[in-house]
């Protein structure tokens, strides 16, 4: 196996380019230019096309009509950039157009701060565009694992045909690791295989067969139509694409819950509470939509409480106590802003918690 060191935002770039993106849209903001001044450099060497559009609001409109081609098409930002996006990766969902889209969080609310936060979960996986839709949202903690999805991001999203999220954040994309890069794969669009897609109608086509790209729908009844094939996607997605991590649950009796980057400090604080005999664990969900709900309740049957670590206020607390449904207590540790929890924070409050069990 041949590693490479590579920084985190150039290596994820390159792991698109390497499943087939060749449009990439973009705009830079810290702390995830690197990407797109990957890309700038990158896509002319592949023949494909980078563009940095004049704002992100551009940007996202760009993706949606090279998504309409069938192409595979990324985009990224952090935080304030992908909030102007929002109006455009709702149309995107709305029109079932599949494409990826990066967010590499950092601290808010507004400007916030340059450096790494969690707090777009909220944003991500309850929506942050109007109307009712969902993204299949990924939340890599490693800049392997952010590789690793990339083998099969642009596949889901077009078997689905919805836009694909990964909720990174400034941590993983500026810091440096070793990691194995997927060979290049010979993508091309085949009109066959996406009779959605506008490939082109020529005079004597069947009009019948005539690709419309459109989240435009006048008539109620139709746009219920449409809407309840959206939901019996995601409904599909949820039975099938859930993803998640277990790491010494078997027998825990404080389960931690965390995910991306906050995950890796949690696991840590697992090895340093199992050295003092404190029967810890971490459940740590890969995709945040869909939330794994019914194996968290399952991995944490036999736990006496869990305790949900997070790089923000607290927002997947909800999903997680969605998920343990008043069956265990639940507590929360974290900080708002840029500042990440550390492992002897963790560990001080799973010993306050076990005080209480």
């Not at 700038?40 to 980078?50: D, H, K, L, T, V």
């Not at 965390?258 to 810890?280: C, D, M, W």
């Not at 794994?292 to 991995?299: D, F, G, H, S, T």
Request: with cysteine.
């Amino acid at each position: 196996m041949a590693l490479t060191l590579m920084k985190g935002s150039e290596a994820i770039a390159e792991a698109a380019i390497r499943n087939g993106a060749r449009f990439f849209f973009g705009y830079p903001i810290t702390p995830q230019t690197e990407i797109p001044e990957y890309m700038s450099a990158r896509m002319p060497e592949i023949g494909g096309c980078y563009l940095q559009a004049e704002s992100e609001v551009s940007a996202i409109n760009m993706v949606y009509g090279a998504a309409s081609t069938g192409a595979r098409v990324i985009t990224s930002s952090s935080s304030p950039g992908v909030s102007l996006k929002q109006e455009g990766i709702s149309y995107c969902a709305g029109a079932r157009l599949p494409c990826v889209i990066l967010n590499v969080m950092r601290g808010g609310p507004g400007l916030g701060s340059i450096q790494a936060s969690q707090g777009d979960y909220f944003q991500a996986v309850k929506g942050g565009g109007n109307g009712d839709y969902h993204l299949l949202t990924y939340a890599p903690a490693s800049i392997q694992e952010a590789i690793n999805i990339f083998s099969f991001a642009f596949d889901k999203a077009e078997k689905y045909r919805i836009p694909v999220l990964f909720l990174a954040d400034g941590i993983m994309c500026q810091m440096m690791e070793p990691v194995e890069m997927p060979e290049m794969i010979d993508f091309k669009i085949d009109p066959e295989a996406k009779p959605w897609a506008t490939t082109g109608f020529k005079p004597g086509d069947d009009p019948a067969k005539r690709a419309i790209i459109n989240s435009l729908f006048i008539n109620t009844e139709e746009l219920t139509e449409h809407n309840n094939l959206l939901q019996a996607t995601y409904r599909e997605i949820e039975a099938n694409e859930v993803m998640y991590e277990t790491y010494l649950t078997e027998d825990a009796d404080i389960v931690i819950t965390a995910f991306g980057t906050v995950a890796r400090i949690a696991k840590s604080a697992v090895n340093e509470l199992r050295a003092q005999g404190i029967k810890a664990g971490l459940f740590r969900p890969i995709t945040v939509w869909p939330f794994p709900y019914k194996e968290l309740a399952e991995v944490t049957k036999n736990a006496k409480a869990v305790l949900d670590v997070e790089a923000n206020e607290g927002q997947m607390l909800q999903d997680v106590k969605l998920a343990i449904n008043g069956v265990l207590p639940v507590d929360y540790f974290g900080h708002c802003g840029s500042l990440m929890p550390t492992t002897a924070e963790i560990v001080a409050k799973v010993l306050e918690m076990k005080e209480g069990i």
